[in-house]
């Protein structure tokens, strides 16, 4: 039987409060399976303000991490 290399799932919608007002981030995640591990892809929709600071938040989490 031949294993399934790529999955797509979906996690859910959150409310959630940005900014002082209330809006919505939908996560889904994308596994995908190589040999013995796996690799998983977040996907965050949301309005672009939202985006953008969860953008910015990531980049200094590589900045002060070194990565």
């Known amino acids: 039987m031949m294993k399934k290399r790529h999955e ?7 409310n959630v ?4 007002e ?3 981030i939908s996560v889904e995640a994308e596994v ?5 591990s796996k ?3 977040l996907y965050m929709y949301a ?7 969860i953008d910015l938040e990531v980049e200094k ?3 002060e991490n070194d990565m």
Request: hydrophobic share 30%; charged share 40%; net charge negative.
């Open 32 to 36: 995908e399976n190589e040999d013995d």
């Open 17 to 20: 409060i940005f900014n002082e």
């Open 22 to 24: 209330k809006t919505r």
């Open 47 to 53: 309005n672009p303000e939202v985006v953008k600071a």
């Open 8 to 14: 797509d799932k979906k996690i859910g919608t959150f």
């Open 39 to 41: 690799g998983v892809t």
């Open 61 to 63: 989490f590589y900045v």
